[in-house]
């Protein structure tokens, strides 16, 4: 299933990106917009009518420490995959600190449950392998949205595999386990987007460029650690 979802991922990546030369009518940063458009409506009405209600009851019904077990759990986890994604960028240091954060949360902290490491001062960070080939010179490549995996880029949709890969909970067996997992990890990190989406709908007037502008800017102030170049900066590689 996993190769399946993969392989389809990269056959949309191409099929896109031989598209983009005909259809030059949408703005220069966002060659797919039409496709875009409609997946990001297939997507919305998706998390309207499943994600968003079950992420609604599990935050209004789960007792918050079990919340906040559950978000430190699997953030534990996806240390470990931050802290290989730093070394490959060069980032010693940091690498170093996640591997510390593993290693206290891991021990100390029942497995991950209990975030000890922040409460020591130990610094979280948020890396990933589209931002790694950024840092290695990879251009983003057009705005792309997802099947309800939501936006992205060329450039982080060829990396996809890798962050699954690079998962531990990817290995995790038996398949039932891993599988539940995954399903309440989703559920988790939608509850804790709730206010913020229930902002932003209310506030944008196109949702679809709204969303779109504000992952294009998250990601280029990830991929460049909070500072990117200026908005004249002179690279044809460079989105926006």
Partial sequence: MKKTAKAFLFATAILLSGCASTNGNNTAGD???GYN??????????????????ATVYRDNLPSFVQTGVSNFFSNIGDVWIMVNNFLQGKAENGLNDFMRVAVNTTLGFGGILDIASEAGITKHNEDFGQTLGKWGVGSGPYVVLPL???????????????????????????????????????????SLLNASNLM???ALDRYTFFRDG??????????????PPANYDDEDYQP
């Fill in 31 to 33: 060659p797919f917009e």
């Fill in 37 to 54: 458009r409609a997946m990001f409506q297939f997507n919305d009405t998706v998390d309207r009518v499943a994600l968003k209600p079950v």
């Fill in 149 to 191: 995996l939501g936006g992205s880029t060329l450039r982080d949709t060829a990396a996809l595999p890798a962050d699954i890969y690079g998962d531990p909970w990817t290995y995790v067996t038996p398949v039932s386990v891993r599988n539940t997992g995954a399903v309440v990890r989703v559920i988790d990190r939608r509850a």
């Fill in 201 to 203: 709908e209310d506030a």
């Fill in 215 to 228: 992952y294009l800017q998250r990601r280029q102030s990830l991929v460049y650690d909070g500072a990117p």
